[in-house]
């Protein structure tokens, strides 16, 4: 057992250990606002498809396609998050996402890069009466002159109104 003075510097390292960790989001654009989501969760990038259409399923759930085999359910976040008209064209991307095991396509208008951010330029989110919920942001990633939404895609993806999982 260490004594308390030892205890107490350890949780200090540990805790400024955590104030330097860096973690990568893929940032991509949907209208003029660029956004950023854990690179770890993405399985690959796609061009854009046509996709099998689902009777019944919201707007915003483009349909399914088959992918090698899975069928994976294709959101489009841009009518999701109610921005304007939709254009398909050739920056039109479908990020492949693996939530919790379930395989998910998101539509984005473009993706730009993969960018690196430490925990002191990540700032928390407004509260603000948008279309999108704050409950989905994990802040403002602010760095040169940027700012990149980082959007926790865990919560968004696995919320009761994307109704992708089965809720128990």
């Given at each position: 057992?260490g004594?308390?003075?030892t205890?107490s510097?350890?949780?200090?390292?540990?805790?400024?250990?955590a104030?330097v960790?860096?973690?990568?989001?893929?940032?991509?654009?949907?209208g003029?606002?660029e956004?950023?989501i854990?690179i770890?969760k993405?399985?690959e990038?796609r061009g854009y498809?046509?996709?099998t259409?689902?009777a019944?399923?919201?707007e915003f759930m483009?349909?399914v396609i088959n992918?090698?085999g899975?069928?994976?359910?294709i959101?489009?976040m841009r009518i999701?998050?109610?921005?304007?008209d939709v254009?398909y064209?050739?920056?039109?991307?479908?990020?492949?996402?693996?939530?919790s095991?379930r395989?998910?396509?998101m539509?984005?208008?473009?993706v730009?890069?993969?960018?690196?951010l430490?925990?002191?330029q990540?700032?928390p989110?407004?509260?603000?009466?948008?279309t999108?919920?704050?409950?989905?942001?994990?802040?403002?990633?602010?760095?040169?002159?940027r700012?990149?939404i980082?959007?926790?895609i865990?919560?968004?993806?696995?919320?009761?109104?994307?109704g992708l999982?089965e809720?128990s």
């Amino acid at each position: 057992m260490g004594n308390l003075v030892t205890d107490s510097a350890e949780v200090q390292t540990a805790n400024s250990i955590a104030d330097v960790t860096a973690h990568e989001y893929l940032a991509f654009t949907l209208g003029n606002e660029e956004y950023g989501i854990d690179i770890l969760k993405v399985q690959e990038i796609r061009g854009y498809e046509t996709v099998t259409r689902i009777a019944n399923a919201p707007e915003f759930m483009k349909g399914v396609i088959n992918l090698r085999g899975i069928i994976v359910p294709i959101v489009d976040m841009r009518i999701k998050f109610a921005l304007g008209d939709v254009i398909y064209d050739q920056f039109t991307v479908v990020i492949i996402l693996n939530i919790s095991g379930r395989i998910v396509g998101m539509v984005v208008d473009s993706v730009s890069d993969v960018t690196t951010l430490k925990n002191d330029q990540i700032r928390p989110a407004p509260e603000m009466g948008t279309t999108f919920s704050t409950d989905f942001l994990i802040g403002l990633g602010t760095f040169d002159e940027r700012m990149l939404i980082l959007v926790d895609i865990d919560r968004l993806m696995l919320s009761p109104e994307m109704g992708l999982v089965e809720n128990s």
